[in-house]
């Protein structure tokens, strides 16, 4: 069976500090991931999608970027954080399909100080 | 571009009662609909969708839900809510065509059981 893992659960940085937030899926080939963020608990917006090694949309301007080095691997990273990047991080596969439902992680929060 | 609404920030509902937890979409084309629980500090997970078919969906933990083309709604229903059933509920809508899977979420309801 499919699973996702997310690392690490939980991080406090301060201001201008760089972020690395880790996306590993096992059980599956060339899937579709994704970065979302849920900001003060409630909706979510994606900030990323991979279709493939190396290959990264982004959809919103931001002080983020992401990464794909290996097939079932999606880092999320900046040089410098800010204030409003605290939030809740959920990395998410799908098949890529339209119908197809994503499966998330549990999710990294992070707060910034 | 697609978009998703959940007019109702919370839902209060006694154990036992049924539950409904609304949802509307507005998208070119056919949607695909889907619903989605977290509970707290958690990931999302996946309770039901709707693709093609049969209206009425049936999906985990006794949840089911109801495609109205003519509303543009999917509602999420329960005939008798659980203590347990207390979490963030989410809609979201895929347009049909080619999205690469994207999900667009409304902004969650809290459906809270009381004993």
């Known amino acids: 069976s499919q699973t996702i893992h997310q690392w690490p659960a939980t991080l406090v940085q301060p201001v201008g500090s760089p972020l690395s937030l880790e996306c590993t899926v096992e059980?599956?080939?060339?899937?579709?991931l994704y970065w979302y963020r849920q900001a003060a608990g409630r909706g979510l917006q994606l900030l990323f999608y991979?279709?493939?090694?190396?290959?990264i949309s982004s959809e919103v301007p931001q002080n983020l970027s992401a990464s794909r080095p290996q097939d079932r691997q999606f880092i999320l990273s900046s040089k410098k954080l800010l204030l409003s990047d605290s939030g809740f991080y959920l990395c998410a596969w799908g098949e890529g399909s339209d119908t197809g439902e994503l499966f998330f992680g549990e999710g990294s929060r992070l707060t910034v100080l | 571009a697609q978009s998703v609404a959940q007019p109702e920030d919370q839902v209060n509902v006694a154990e036992g009662n049924p539950l409904t937890v609304k949802c509307t979409y507005s998208?070119?084309?056919?949607?695909?609909l889907f619903w989605y629980v977290q509970y707290p500090n958690r990931g999302l997970q996946f309770l039901l969708k709707y693709i093609t078919g049969d209206n009425l969906v049936k999906g985990s933990y006794g949840f089911e839900a109801e495609f109205n083309k003519s509303q543009t709604s999917f509602h999420l229903k329960k005939p008798s809510a659980l203590v347990s059933d207390s979490a963030l509920y989410f809609c979201?809508?895929?347009?049909?065509?080619?999205?690469?899977?994207?999900?667009?979420f409304g902004q969650g309801t809290i459906l809270t059981v009381h004993p």
């Open positions: 991979s279709v493939g090694i190396g290959q």
């Open positions: 979201a809508v895929s347009p049909s065509g080619t999205s690469y899977g994207k999900l667009t």
């Open positions: 059980g599956t080939s060339n899937p579709n």
């Open positions: 998208v070119s084309g056919n949607p695909y």
